[in-house]
């Protein structure tokens, strides 16, 4: 069974920094070598979006809304991947999740983790 768990969500003002990470469960291997990385987000009464992907090949997709200043990583061990936010704005104020799947949005989900950009 594979777990994704989300961490380095919290409160942060505009202009400010985040990085987010998503891990996949010891048992889930090197995940994201087979399959994409996806960070997703989704505010009350919105449909969840996805933000930023990277594929096994390090293909990378941003929303317009993010590029720029958001960027997409994975680690060496094909376990974690990130995601660095600066320039913070606070319509960047959400829940984010991370999905991986040999397409997406895949099987896999983490928990969400709380992004909050003060004004």
């Known amino acids: 069974q594979v777990q994704l768990v989300e961490s380095g969500g919290g409160l942060v003002q505009t202009g400010g920094s985040l990085r987010l990470s998503c891990v996949a469960s010891?048992?889930?291997?090197?995940?994201?070598?087979?399959?994409?990385g996806g960070w997703y987000r989704q505010v009350p009464g919105r449909e969840r979006e996805l933000i930023a992907s990277i594929s096994p090949g390090n293909r990378m997709y941003y929303a317009d809304s993010v590029k720029g200043r958001f960027t997409i990583s994975k680690d060496n061990t094909k376990t974690t991947i990130y995601l660095q936010m600066n320039s913070l704005k606070p319509d960047d104020t959400a829940v984010y999740y991370c999905?991986?799947?040999?397409?997406?949005?895949?099987?896999?989900w983490g928990q969400g983790t709380r992004v909050t950009v003060s004004d």
């Open positions: 999905s991986a799947g040999q397409i997406l949005p895949g099987p896999y």
């Open positions: 010891v048992n889930s291997g090197s995940i994201f070598d087979r399959n994409r």
